[in-house]
C-alpha cells in the first residue's frame, strides 16, 4: 500500500470509528434517561457476564486470523487462506454452541451468579448473539487480513446504527425497567445478527470459500489461545468485580433495587466520562508504542529513554488539564447528559483517579512495547486483586463509590509498579516525577477558578451554555498556564496528528461494553 492510499485509508478508518464511538456515547444518554440507574445496572451486570463468554469465544481470533491470512496472501496461497477461515469458524463454534446450549437449557444449575435473578433473564436474550458475534470475529479477521477496511468499518457502523435504531424503538414500548432492559438486550441481538449477515454475504460474495481446516487448527489454536486467555482473564475479573459489588452493597443495608440502581449510576453513567482522557491517551499510545519497540530493538537507549519521557509526561499534562474542568462540572455533567445527580457527583469526587489511571494505561503500552507483556500481566492482576479487596470491604463505608476508588486503587498500584520496572530496566535514569509534582500543583489553582468562574456563569445563564462556556475558558486558561509555566510543547500535537496516519487497521472488537 503507497502512502497516498495509507493517508486515505487512515482518514476514513479514523472517521468510521470515531462516527461509531459518538453514536455509542450518545445511545449511552438515551438509554440512561430512559431505562434511569436500576435498568442500567440490571444491564451492565447481564452484560458483564456475557462479556466474559464472548471474550472466551472469540477475542483471540481477528488478529490471529489476520497474520495468517498475511501470510498466506504473501505466498498466493488461496486454499490456504480459505482454510485458515475455516478453521477459525469450527474453532470458534465449538465453543460458542456448546456454550450457548448450556447456558440456555440449564439456566437454573447457574441462577447463583447474580444476585438479582432478573439478570439471568436478561443474560436469555443476549445468548444467541454468541455465536453471531464468534462468526463475525472470523470474518473480521478475514477482512482485516485482506486490507479491506472500507466493508469492515462500513460493517461495524452499521452494526452500530443498528443497535441504536433498534434499542430506541423498542425501548419505548417498555412497560418497566426489566422490559425495557430485555428490550435493549434484544437491540444487540439483532445489530449481531445484521453485522454477521453482511460479513458472510460479503465473504462468500468475493469467492470466498470453505475449505479442509487440516494443518490450519493447530497454528490458529497455538497463537490465538494465548490472546484469548489474557483478554479472558480481564473480562472474568470485571465480571467478578460486577457479580460481588451487587452482594457487597446489600450487605451494607442497602435493598436490591437500590443497589442496582447505584451500580448503573456508577458504571453506566459516571465511568464512562471518567475514560475520555483514555482517547487521548489511546491515541499517544498507537504513536509512541512503534516508536518505542524500534528504539528498544535497535539499542538506541537515549532515544528510548528521551520518547518514554514524552510519553509519561504528556499522559501527565492531559489528565491534570482535564481535571479541574471535571471537578468544577463533573454535578453539571451528570445533570446534563444523563439527568442523575448522583453520576456527576461521582465525577467530581472521584475525577482524581485519572491520574493514576492515565499513567497506569501510558506505562503498560510502553512496557508491552518493549517485551515485558508477562510481567503488565502479572501487574495487571495485583492491581485487580485491589480492586477486589475494596469492593469486598468498603460498601459498609463509602456505598457506590468503593468500585470507583477500588479502580483508583488498582491504577496506583500497577502504576507505581510499572515505572519501577520501566526505571530497572532503562539504562539512563527516566526524569519524570518533578515534572509530574508540577503540573499536579497547578491543577489547585487552576480548579479553584473552574469552581469559581462555573459559579458565577450559573448564576448569568442557563446550565447547558453556562457548563460549555466554562469548560472552554477553563481550558484555554490552562493552556496558557501550562505554556508559561512550560510544561508543555507545540511540538507534541504533532504526535496526535501522526496518530491517523500510523493507523493501518481499526483496533480489535472485543466484546460490547456499552
Not at 42 to 48: C, D, N
Not at 175 to 197: E, H, P
Not at 251 to 280: D, K, N, Q, W, Y
Not at 331 to 354: K, Q, Y
Request: positive net charge.
Amino acid at each position: 500500500m503507497n502512502q497516498s492510499a495509507l493517508y486515505k485509508t487512515a482518514v476514513y478508518v479514523t472517521a468510521f470509528s470515531v462516527a461509531e464511538k459518538f453514536f455509542g456515547f450518545v445511545y449511552r444518554i438515551v438509554l440512561s434517561r430512559t431505562l434511569g440507574p436500576e435498568g442500567m445496572g440490571l444491564y451492565q451486570t447481564a452484560l458483564s457476564v456475557f462479556a466474559v463468554l464472548a471474550t472466551a469465544a472469540a477475542s483471540g481470533i481477528p488478529l490471529t486470523v489476520s497474520r495468517l491470512i498475511t501470510k498466506y496472501r504473501a505466498k498466493h496461497n488461496k486454499n490456504a487462506q480459505h482454510s485458515v477461515v475455516t478453521a477459525a469458524l469450527l474453532a470458534a463454534l465449538c465453543f460458542s454452541v456448546p456454550v450457548f446450549c448450556l447456558l440456555f437449557f440449564g439456566h437454573s444449575l447457574f441462577d447463583f451468579l447474580f444476585t438479582d435473578s432478573r439478570c439471568m433473564s436478561i443474560l436469555l436474550v443476549l445468548l444467541p448473539s454468541l455465536t453471531f458475534n464468534s462468526v463475525y470475529s472470523v470474518l473480521r479477521g478475514a477482512l482485516w487480513g485482506n486490507k479491506k477496511f472500507l466493508p469492515y468499518c462500513v460493517i461495524d457502523l452499521a452494526e452500530e446504527l443498528c443497535m441504536i435504531g433498534c434499542g430506541v424503538l423498542l425501548v419505548t414500548q417498555m412497560t418497566s425497567v426489566f422490559d425495557g432492559a430485555r428490550r435493549v438486550a434484544l437491540a444487540v441481538v439483532l445489530s449481531y445478527l445484521l453485522s454477521f449477515s453482511m460479513a458472510a454475504a460479503y465473504y462468500f460474495f468475493k469467492g470466498g470459500k470453505l475449505r479442509s481446516p487440516r494443518g490450519q487448527l493447530r497454528p490458529l489454536l497455538s497463537s490465538a489461545l494465548p490472546l484469548t486467555g489474557m483478554r479472558t482473564s480481564n473480562a472474568l475479573v470485571n465480571t467478578l468485580i460486577s457479580l460481588l459489588l451487587p452482594a457487597r452493597l446489600i450487605a451494607a443495608g442497602m435493598s436490591r433495587e437500590t443497589a442496582m440502581s447505584a451500580i448503573g449510576t456508577a458504571m453506566g453513567m459516571s465511568m464512562p466520562v471518567l475514560g475520555i482522557p483514555a482517547t487521548l491517551i489511546g491515541a499517544l499510545a498507537l504513536v509512541m508504542v512503534p516508536e518505542l519497540a524500534e528504539n528498544y530493538y535497535k539499542h538506541e537507549h537515549a532515544k528510548l529513554r528521551a520518547n518514554i519521557e514524552r510519553a509519561i509526561k504528556i499522559t501527565v499534562l492531559i489528565t491534570c488539564l482535564l481535571l479541574p474542568p471535571l471537578f468544577a462540572l463533573g454535578e453539571d455533567v451528570g445533570l446534563i447528559l444523563f439527568g442523575n445527580r448522583l453520576s456527576g457527583e461521582i465525577v467530581r469526587n472521584c475525577c482524581i483517579i485519572l491520574l493514576p489511571m492515565g499513567v497506569s494505561m501510558i506505562t503498560t503500552s510502553i512496557l508491552n512495547s518493549i517485551g515485558y507483556e508477562k510481567r503488565t500481566f502479572l501487574y495487571f492482576f495485583a492491581g485487580a486483586a485491589v480492586t477486589l479487596l475494596c469492593v469486598w470491604l468498603l460498601p459498609r463505608f463509602c456505598g457506590i463509590y468503593s468500585v470507583v476508588i477500588g479502580i483508583g486503587a488498582s491504577s496506583c498500584v500497577t502504576a507505581v509498579l510499572n515505572l519501577r520496572l520501566i526505571a530497572k530496566t532503562g539504562r539512563d535514569k527516566i526524569h519524570y516525577k518533578k515534572y509530574t509534582l508540577l503540573a499536579a500543583a497547578s491543577m489547585f489553582p487552576a480548579a479553584a477558578f473552574a469552581l469559581m468562574l462555573r459559579n458565577t456563569l450559573a448564576a448569568l445563564l442557563p446550565a447547558v451554555p453556562a457548563a460549555i462556556v466554562c469548560g472552554v475558558i477553563v481550558l484555554a486558561a490552562e493552556a496558557l498556564f501550562v505554556l508559561v509555566l512550560g510544561l508543555a510543547r507545540t511540538s507534541w500535537l504533532r504526535l496526535f496528528a501522526k496518530a491517523g496516519k500510523k493507523k493501518k487497521a481499526p483496533p480489535l472488537r472485543e466484546a460490547r461494553r456499552r
